[in-house]
């Protein structure tokens, strides 16, 4: 005959909370990590393009300039805050990398790996190798950039 133990219920109710625990630890470590990672990423592309980098630090203003160095609106930056309007900001993000990647003289298969690993694409691009022409955007038929070297600001 089985006897109900009044302890297995606060045992699986421990496990749970310390599970828990962890799971929501290591996805903090790993917000932390990407946010130090992406920051040093743009810092290093907004100083190539002529950004300031300290902007690249600065969560919604990083993204703000990001925008704007793709000649897109930067008050689109802003949508996150909005319930299930951060899909926007990402569509125009996107176009901006592609007209970024243009001024670097990069394809299609560049902006791909922009939008899956952001931090690569634009440690890439801050390489010394690489070299920022952002008449190459305009040459392509697309606005100028809206911030950094070549914009109507500069």
Sequence with gaps: MDHYDPNAGYAIATFLIVLYIIVLAATLLFAAAYYVVMSIALSRLFAKVGIEPWIGWVPFYSMWKWLELGGQ???LA?????PSAGI???????VGMWRTGIAFRKDAAFLVLGIFLPFVWAFLLARPQETYD???I???GYSRPL???????A
Excluded: D, K
């Design 73 to 75: 609106p930067g008050w």
């Design 78 to 82: 802003l949508l996150p805050l909005v």
């Design 88 to 94: 926007v900001t990402s569509v125009f993000l996107y």
């Design 134 to 136: 952002p008449e190459l």
């Design 138 to 140: 305009v040459q392509a």
């Design 147 to 153: 911030a950094g070297f070549g914009s109507a600001a």
